[in-house]
């Protein structure tokens, strides 16, 4: 029996009566993490991993009607029995396993295999049915050890003080930038954030995560010296606003795992890309599919059927599954976009 199947809400599990990370309003909902196109607002209840609900109150509600559970431990509904396991992709995110009468599913979410430091690595579950995304399920995507891709931000940032600019960087406002200010050199200078990107950086630092300290760069007046020394954490909604002329004479840059391709760095128009993802390179999806000892692979988002070839390849049950998430790579939830100084 199918535990997951795609209804126009999203993925539901028929023998629970429950949708894992519904695009429209439900009655029960299970979240896998706290991106716009995962966590959407409007069910009756949620039900999500515990490290993830200070992100979940900040975006959908502090007064959301949502139960967490500690990964790893389960509860029966309907004779289902659901667990959260680590997925690696930002604070909070998780897989969820389903198990009933004997037969085990997984459903992926967005995941990363490499740890990061800022979430609980990604733990690989047995199941006979794995439920993966693809954002970046095409073999040209490898990423770089991140040590490089942070050598290279701080690099940068160095050169560009030396040269009197300040430093902005582009990136996702929640598990990207936390990521970054997790692994440059907060040494080099003053780090200020974007009025969107500080309260994650809150949360972060309220569920446990290590930040280093951070400034909101509303605070500061166009021309402060303090500026050209500075790198500056902005989500890209932020790019070619009035935010921005505070910083005079300023470099830019983007982080994303899109920046492998050229033209997206060039259709971004900033000065310097860095190659740097929230999720599963080639390699990565590979392997964690393989972990999983799955028979049958579902496969969403991206390069769906990039992967279901060449899965099926190599002997397996694999076939794409419609689903209506989004890039959190490229695209920002436009509610978290609205000018926030
Ligand atoms: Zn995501
Ligand atoms: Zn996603």
Not at 198 to 213: F, K, S
């Amino acid at each position: 029996m199918d535990l997951v199947i795609a209804r126009p809400e999203g993925l539901y599990c028929p023998p629970g009566d429950f949708y894992i990370d519904p695009w429209r309003p439900v009655e029960r909902a299970v979240i896998t993490h706290g991106h716009g196109d995962h966590a959407r607002g409007g069910s009756v209840r949620y039900l999500a991993a515990a490290p993830g609900e200070g992100i979940l109150r900040a975006r959908l509600g502090a007064d959301i009607d949502l139960q967490t559970l500690p990964y790893g431990a389960s509860l029966d509904h309907h004779g289902v029995r659901l667990s959260f396991h680590p997925a690696g992709h930002v604070l909070g995110s998780a897989q969820v396993r389903l198990e009933y009468q004997g037969e085990v599913w997984v459903a992926s979410g967005d995941y990363k295999v490499e740890a990061d430091g800022t979430c609980t690595p990604f733990e690989p579950v047995r199941c006979h049915t794995f439920i993966t995304e693809s954002t970046f399920g095409l073999p040209i995507y490898r990423w770089q050890p991140q040590a490089e891709i942070f050598a290279g931000i701080d690099a940068w940032w160095r050169q560009n003080q030396a040269e009197g600019r300040a430093s902005v960087l582009f990136c996702y406002a929640f598990g990207k930038a936390q990521r970054i200010l997790h692994g440059i050199d907060a040494s080099i200078g003053p780090i200020l954030a974007h009025g969107s990107v500080e309260p994650l950086n809150q949360v972060y630092r309220e569920g446990g995560v290590r930040l280093p300290a951070t400034q909101y760069a509303g605070d500061f007046k166009k021309a402060d010296p303090a500026l050209r020394q500075a790198l500056i954490l902005a989500p890209p909604s932020a790019g070619g606003s009035t935010w921005m002329r505070r910083f005079g004479e300023y470099s830019d840059a983007f982080a994303s795992g899109w920046m492998m391709l050229r033209g997206t760095r060039r259709r971004r128009g900033v000065d310097r890309g860095f190659v740097l993802s929230d999720h599963a390179d080639w390699p990565g999806l590979l392997w964690a599919i393989e972990q999983t000892g799955a028979e049958r692979v579902m496969v969403t988002h991206g390069s769906v059927n990039v992967l279901v070839r060449y899965l099926r390849e190599r002997g397996l049950d694999a076939q794409g599954f419609a689903t209506e998430y989004g890039d959190d790579e490229e695209s920002e939830d436009p509610k978290q976009e609205v000018d926030a100084g």
